[in-house]
């Protein structure tokens, strides 16, 4: 199964496509537990989507637990310290940059270190594939950075 996380009106051909409103071909919240059992899933498809959830460490932590061992997660989120696009959408309620994804990835010293806290909650474990950034020009002379990371689920 491939899925199309947050797909509004983009469908991906051979993806379903999910999101919390229609018309998307599977209604999920995904702020809460994923509708999908663990190691389910082939590739997942995240683009524009993990910014409008609240809890970096849930969103990172469902995406592992529901891909199958090795499998595809393609992210782009807008980079919060590089350009506008962070920030200027009032729906966003989390903020991503390249370095975020260090603390899916093992062997990161600040990760392995406090790993098995309670309080610091990474179960996910990320081989980063690729991290790109594109820049596009806004209206009234900003900017927004994409940041585009593939990651493939290590268990």
Partial sequence: MKLN?????????GFVGVDIVPPA???????DRWPWPDSSVDEIAAYDVLEHLPDKRHSMN???RVLKPGGIARIQVPHATDGDGG???PTHCSYW????????????????RFRGSIYYGVKADFRVVSINQ???ARRFG???VEIQAVLEAVK
């Fill in 87 to 89: 920030h200027c959408d």
């Fill in 134 to 136: 594109k820049r596009h």
């Fill in 97 to 112: 940059t390249t370095s975020d994804f260090e603390y899916y990835s093992p062997g990161i010293p600040e990760r392995e």
């Fill in 5 to 13: 996380l947050g797909c509004a009106d983009r469908a991906l051909p």
């Fill in 62 to 64: 469902e995406l592992w």
């Fill in 142 to 144: 900003g900017h927004v």
């Fill in 25 to 31: 071909d599977q209604i999920a919240d995904l702020r």
